[in-house]
């Protein structure tokens, strides 16, 4: 990462694929080999959560991999996992587009337990992307 100019990168977890566990272990592997690049080359990283394609669970999805990263994968307490005044840092892309799962309410659920560390979550500092106001 350092030889490529790379200062930190965002590992991309497609929500809608965490229900397979043939594509959950392959995006496992990736997040590990981001994970070590980084640790072997000085730069950060984090997970940013898409909830593109077909689901119904983004909520409880999150919620449920957010554990098992933190808590099995332990990708948090890597000294290269980016923070933000002491929280780690994460991004939910894809809230706001007709064509994605959930609503606002669930959205802001989400981002409550997220932010606050409710239901057994590591608190985080929080990121987001959504549709831009006009639409695509």
């Given at each position: ?52 394609g ?12 957010w ?57 985080v ?12």
């Amino acid at each position: 990462m350092r030889d490529a100019g790379v200062d930190g990168a965002a590992v991309q977890r497609f929500v809608a694929g965490l229900s397979d566990p043939i594509k959950k272990s392959r995006m496992d592997h990736v997040l590990k080999n981001v994970q070590a690049a980084a640790e072997a080359t000085g730069r950060v990283f984090f997970v940013t959560y898409d909830i593109s394609g077909p689901m119904r669970r983004s909520r409880m999805t999150c919620g449920e991999d957010w554990r098992h990263l933190v808590n099995d994968l332990r990708v948090t307490s890597s000294k290269a996992y980016l923070r933000d005044h002491g929280k780690p840092v994460l991004e939910l892309w894809g809230f706001g587009f007709s064509d994605r799962p959930g609503n606002s309410e669930d959205a802001a659920l989400l981002i409550d337990d997220l932010k606050s560390g409710q239901k057994g979550l590591a608190a985080v500092t929080l990121m987001g992307g959504c549709r831009p106001v006009g639409g695509l």
